[in-house]
T-cell receptor, first 111, second 115 residues
Framework: GQNIDQPTEMTATEGAIVQINCTYQ??????LFWYQQHAGEAPTFLSY????GLEEKGRFSSFLSRSKGYSYLLLKELQMKDSASYLC????????????FGAGTTVTVRA | KAGVTQTPRYLIKTRGQQVTLSCSPI?????VSWYQQTPGQGLQFLFE???????NKGNFPGRFSGRQFSNSRSEMNVSTLELGDSALYLC??????????????FGQGTRLTVV
């Protein structure tokens, strides 16, 4: 079967760092995405990891360990606009790209 | 360039009716994927169309169907609506097949309420 686990909620203060962990179990593996979704809006692409290691994009970084079935999204220098839900999405079998979505982690940034 | 356009934005239907939702992808994108998002179940994959053919399918009943036209626009149809079908329906377009295998761009969604 396929399973994604990520925390439901996280709270942090402006300027701080928050790390959102995601563990996954999929039949085969073809990459892991992180998406950001503000309330009432469509998800927007943040990152895609298919190889082990850290990918940095400005204030956001994403890490993947395929052997551990583990990823995290690191948000640095938090801003109020970063308050949103962050979705972890694992892509499974290589032939038909089965998708496993996490329920999303709601991050609240406080002043 | 224009983004992904979904119509209508909001829809109210009664149980037993059917509904058709439309998604126009970004120009040049050939893949359109559909998703259902509910507070209880989160985001769930419905199906993906590429070059007018359904390539991938999630675990939804046959009441949920779709199609894609030669201009890559896609429609999703839900027949015999149930209260549990109330959700935000999102479509995403990308250049290549594989749903989220490449960077996908989401539309604003259609909020369907079944009463």
């Amino acid at each position: 079967g396929q399973n994604i686990d990520q925390p439901t909620e996280m709270t942090a203060t402006e300027g701080a760092i928050v790390q959102i962990n995601c563990t996954y179990q999929t039949s085969g593996f073809n990459g892991l995405f992180w998406y950001q979704q503000h309330a009432g809006e469509a998800p927007t692409f943040l990152s895609y990891n298919v190889l082990d290691g850290l990918e940095e994009k400005g204030r956001f970084s994403s890490f993947l360990s395929r052997s551990k079935g583990y990823s995290y999204l690191l948000l640095k220098e938090l801003q109020m606009k970063d308050s949103a839900s962050y979705l972890c999405v694992a892509v499974g079998e290589s032939n038909d790209y089965k998708l496993s979505f996490g329920a999303g982690t709601t991050v609240t940034v406080r002043a | 360039k224009a983004g992904v356009t979904q119509t209508p934005r909001y829809l109210i239907k009664t149980r037993g009716q059917q509904v058709t939702l439309s998604c126009s992808p970004i120009s040049g994108h050939r893949s359109v994927s559909w998703y259902q998002q509910t507070p209880g179940q989160g985001l769930q994959f419905l199906f993906e169309y590429f070059s007018e053919t359904q390539r991938n399918k999630g675990n939804f009943p046959g009441r949920f169907s779709g199609r894609q036209f030669s201009n890559s626009r896609s429609e999703m149809n839900v027949s015999t609506l149930e209260l549990g079908d109330s959700a935000l329906y999102l479509c995403a377009s990308s250049q290549r097949q594989g749903a989220l295998n490449t960077e996908a761009f989401f539309g604003q969604g259609t909020r369907l309420t079944v009463v």
